[in-house]
């Protein structure tokens, strides 16, 4: 069983609808991520919380928005997404950001299909 | 600027073959670290190794080797005895430590497909 768990694992929506994305970490980790996958295309880093805080957003449109209310989770709201967001959404954790070693620790990611 | 390139797309070989994945990257850095990590079909993304930009020493572990080469920036990857559980989606990364993060810059990977 993975330290990091995902939910939901599938998710389809509508344009218009809003849905949240869950992630719990059971590492005892201090930083917490988001990565994007699109087909083709490198993971793309999104955000970073390090200590509940966020310490990187990068360039992410307002329309995904995090929360990270402890150490331990970790959310991605959705609201007004567009077919170009369709994707599998990768939650990582590690120990900390404080010395870039890079050892993340992926959840099993949800793949989420905008209609 | 920070780029890893995984030119070969995806890989078919028959079990038992040795297969070599490919990475290139660039980065203006003295220090920096390389990692792999394999994705298998469920989808989290799993580290395999870390190497840091000071020690070029080649790495076996078990049926996995690495080739770390700054003189060509290349840091490849050999699968020797290929297995059908090998079949993964297989990925090349750069962090950059100076800057005080664990920001990944992923390659778009290589799919190793092993028939048996």
């Known amino acids: 069983e993975t330290g990091v768990t995902q939910t939901p694992r599938h998710l389809v929506m509508g344009m218009t609808n809003k849905k949240s994305l869950k992630c719990e970490q059971h590492?005892?980790?201090?930083?917490m991520y988001w990565y994007k996958q699109s087909a083709k295309k490198p993971l793309e880093l999104m955000f970073v919380?390090?200590?509940?805080?966020?310490?990187e957003n990068n360039s992410v449109p307002s329309r995904f928005s995090p929360e990270c209310p402890n150490s331990s989770h970790l959310f991605l709201h959705l609201h007004t997404l567009q077919p170009e967001d369709s994707a599998l959404y990768l939650c990582?954790?590690?120990?900390?950001?404080?010395?870039?070693?890079?050892?993340?620790?992926f959840g099993e990611g949800s793949r989420l299909t905008v209609l | 600027a920070q780029k890893v390139t995984q030119a070969q797309t995806e890989i078919s070989v028959v079990e038992k073959e040795d297969v070599t994945l490919d990475c290139v990257y660039e980065?203006?850095?003295?220090?920096?670290?390389l990692f792999w990590y394999k994705q298998p079909p469920s989808g989290e993304l799993v580290f395999l190794i870390r190497?840091?930009?000071?020690?070029?020493q080649n790495e076996i572990s078990g049926r996995y080797s690495w080739n770390f080469q700054k003189s060509t920036s290349s840091f490849n990857f050999t699968i020797t005895a290929s297995q059908v559980v090998d079949s993964a989606v297989y990925f090349c990364?750069?962090?950059?430590?100076?800057?005080?993060?664990?920001?990944?810059?992923f390659g778009t990977g290589t799919r190793l497909q092993v028939f048996p």
């Open positions: 990582a954790s590690s120990q900390d950001i404080g010395e870039g070693t890079g050892e993340l620790f």
């Open positions: 590492l005892g980790h201090n930083a």
């Open positions: 919380y390090n200590f509940k805080e966020q310490t």
């Open positions: 980065t203006r850095d003295t220090t920096y670290y």
């Open positions: 190497r840091n930009s000071f020690d070029e």
């Open positions: 990364a750069l962090s950059r430590p100076a800057y005080n993060t664990d920001k990944l810059i």
